[in-house]
């Protein structure tokens, strides 16, 4: 049974120029121990429908779905109180911007000890030894003092293991990252990459990749999804989608890689017809 | 025989803080004493991390704010910021592009007018010509006539990125400053302004002086690369040099940062993992 199983999922959004469908008909599974990468541009749709899966989409917003469960249970028709339940604990998130998901007024000490107080129960002794335990797990020097730091005095990839650290508080089955390294130099992408990937090997977690960028599908993934405009476009193995992508949206995202340039200007997606391509369906 | 655009001998920048009412005051070197030439028609990248003083050394070279220490030498010419205001025909010939194309364009002046602005300022081109002028630039730049009176609110991140580099090729540069000009824009919008670029320096003899944190960008676009570290430029040389044989310990963790998106690492990734 997979871990999370999104079927024919359609998100619209109410403006006042008329509803708008952000996620038009993504279906996806993730397993246990597996890592999926989620890549697009932005207006794909890609945090949406992750959004959608944790409810955290303002009220302006409808999601419908043949089939949303996680683990086997239906989570598309829960109660708030029942969803807060599983999400932050079973699912939990990572965001974009470390130092703006982080909240200025508390310590980032209080932060994680809220999540283990709300979902672990453990008394104010135990809270305390697992929040040094995970601060020293995504490699905070001196974790002790550092839970008595302010957000401001962290930089942002610090804070970002802080965001890690709390995500990973109540051992989550599936850990969703939404571009967790956009906003971080190449040298710190890189210590947060091998930080995720070594948590996510030991704890044998499920995971989600939202990103834009190819070369970190390329570092992280086991399967990709390629979405355009809300839709999926392409399916398949990391290996071949690289190796052969068959989707020519795929093939423009490859080959507008100034790595894989070859003449002196670039292909841009707009060379490539691919909007009329429909989905085929995945391969391994 | 090939000019000298851009030159300067021993940049310096020092930041001074005061430490407040009893502390003490310190001193940030922000940039240490960089040596550069870039040569009419060539593009320099100027890579680091954030942090690493090269938006300052940009600033500099714009003529925004003035070294505390060493020499800017523009079209050969040496120019010195704090002892005599700058005249208009310098101004004209060093303009910047800046990253955020949502922070750098006034959202209630419409495009038209963000065109026409330089020209009001720098230049005594009259108002009827002033119009063409604007009008011809948007087409140069892959925008239509009818986004004139647009305001920025109506355009992409991409197509204000293309507003962004008119407006700094309004006053005919010899000299273009782009600072992470590309990294707030998707891949395929990316490669449409890189193109641009590339289409514009053909067209112009431009030269650019490439600000970015991006490896493979870099790879594509420089002719020259700088590697800038804590203020310091520790790598300088042509790109197939420092991307062949880097010299410092620094750029070859740089080099090792970046992910690699080719079949080959992707096998042996997948392979370390299913071990």
Same mark, same amino acid.
């Given at each position: 049974?997979?871990? =999370?199983?999104?079927?024919? =999922? ?40 992750? =959004? ?5 989409? $303002? ?52 932060? %994680? ?26 490699? %905070?020097?001196? $974790? ?21 650290? %709390? ?71 990391? =290996?071949?989608?690289?190796?052969? $992508? ?39 | ?275």
């Amino acid at each position: 049974m997979p871990l =999370l199983e999104i079927e024919n =999922l359609v998100v619209t959004f109410d403006t006042a120029a008329g509803s708008l469908r952000a996620v038009d008909g993504i279906s996806l599974s993730v397993d246990a121990g597996e890592v999926l990468a989620i890549v697009g541009e932005s207006g794909s749709g890609k945090s949406v429908s992750m =959004l959608a899966v944790m409810g955290l989409l $303002p009220w302006t917003a409808t999601v419908k779905a043949d089939r949303m469960a996680f683990e086997g249970r239906d989570i598309l028709n829960l109660s708030a109180a029942e969803r807060r339940r599983i999400v932050g604990k079973d699912i939990a998130m990572i965001f974009q911007e470390p130092i703006a998901s982080l909240n200025p007024c508390f310590t980032v000490g209080f932060q %994680i000890e809220e999540a283990l107080k709300q979902h672990m129960g453990l008394d104010r002794k135990a809270r305390r030894k697992r929040a040094i335990e995970l601060f020293a797990a995504v490699g %905070i020097p001196d $974790p002790e003092d550092r839970l008595g730091h302010f957000p401001h005095q962290m930089s942002g990839g610090q804070c970002q293991r802080v965001m890690i650290a %709390i995500a990973i508080a109540c051992n989550p089955k599936l850990l969703i990252a939404d571009e967790p390294t956009t906003a971080l130099d190449v040298t710190i992408q890189k210590q947060i990459l091998d930080l995720l990937m070594k948590l996510q090997a030991e704890q044998g977690m499920g995971m989600i990749m939202i990103t834009h960028n190819m070369g970190v599908v390329a570092e992280t993934a086991d399967r990709v999804i390629v979405q355009y405009k809300g839709r999926k476009m392409e399916e398949a193995g990391v =290996l071949a989608l690289f190796e052969t $992508p068959e989707h020519p949206y795929t093939q423009a995202l490859l080959s507008a890689l100034p790595e894989n340039a070859t003449g002196d200007r670039l292909p841009t997606v707009s060379d490539f017809a691919f909007e009329d391509t429909p989905y085929k369906g995945g391969r391994a | 025989m090939s000019e000298t655009v851009l030159e300067t001998r021993g940049i310096v920048r020092d930041y001074h803080l005061s430490g407040g009412l009893f502390g003490q005051g310190r001193t940030i070197h922000a940039v240490k004493d960089v040596s550069l030439k870039v040569e009419k028609g060539k593009t320099l990248a100027i890579v680091g991390e954030s942090g690493c003083g090269k938006s300052t050394l940009a600033r500099i070279i714009t003529m925004i704010d003035a070294p505390t220490a060493g020499e800017l030498f523009i079209d050969g010419e040496k120019v010195d910021i704090t002892a005599n205001r700058l005249s208009a025909e310098m101004r004209r010939k060093v303009q910047i592009v800046f990253q955020n194309p949502y922070g750098s364009l006034n959202p209630r002046q419409k495009i038209g007018d963000v065109l026409m602005d330089p020209l009001v300022i720098n230049s005594d081109v009259p108002a009827s010509e002033r119009r063409d002028r604007a009008m011809a630039m948007l087409t140069k730049v892959g925008l239509q006539p009818e986004h004139f009176n647009r305001y920025p609110h109506m355009f992409s991140g991409g197509q204000r990125q293309r507003i962004a580099i008119a407006r700094a090729l309004m006053l005919n540069p010899r000299l273009l400053v782009l600072d992470e000009p590309v990294s707030a824009l998707d891949l395929s919008v990316q490669a449409q302004v890189l193109n641009l670029l590339a289409d514009l320096q053909d067209e112009f003899g431009l030269t650019y002086v490439f600000i970015s944190h991006d490896l493979s960008v870099v790879r594509y676009i420089a002719d020259d690369v700088m590697v800038m570290y804590f203020g310091e430029a520790v790598e300088y040389g042509t790109r197939d040099k420092v991307f062949s044989d880097p010299q410092h310990e620094y750029t070859r963790t740089l080099f090792a940062a970046t992910p690699r998106a080719d079949v080959e690492s992707i096998r042996k990734r997948l392979e370390r993992r299913a071990a």
